[in-house]
Nanobody, 115 residues
Framework: QVQLVESGGGLVQAGGSLRLSCAASGSIGSINAMGWYRQAPGKQRELVAT???????KYADSVKGRFTISRDNAKNTVYLQMNSLKPEDTAVYYC?????????WGQGTQVTVSS
């Protein structure tokens, strides 16, 4: 069993910042990647940012320059620092863990950006 526990979501005004955290626990083996996805009402889940084992990073074009993903391998934790937030960033943010090429998901944390 693998558990992903997210924290750090909330309500913030446009231009503000939030930091999301996701800690993985349980039967953790070889991790291929950790990252964040988001899903806004009426839209499909989309990639926000991901960091594979080689520590390279990938970002959605819409968040480049504003969001920073980082990973603490010793703690099996991934972070998402979100700056200059916009109302269009409002969504449920899901932590993603890829282990042995199988996807695990957190329960999601709501991020709401008011204008």
């Amino acid at each position: 069993q693998v558990q992903l526990v997210e924290s750090g979501g909330g309500l913030v005004q446009a231009g503000g910042s939030l930091r999301l955290s996701c800690a993985a626990s349980g039967s953790i083996g070889s991790i291929n990647a950790m990252g964040w996805y988001r899903q806004a009402p009426g839209k499909q889940r989309e990639l926000v940012a991901t960091v594979p084992t080689d520590s390279s990073t990938k970002y959605a074009d819409s968040v480049k320059g504003r969001f920073t993903i980082s990973r603490d391998n010793a703690k099996n934790t991934v972070y998402l620092q979100m700056n200059s937030l916009k109302p269009e960033d409002t969504a449920v943010y899901y932590c993603n863990l890829v282990m042995r090429w199988y996807n695990y998901w957190g329960q999601g944390t709501q991020v709401t950006v008011s204008s």
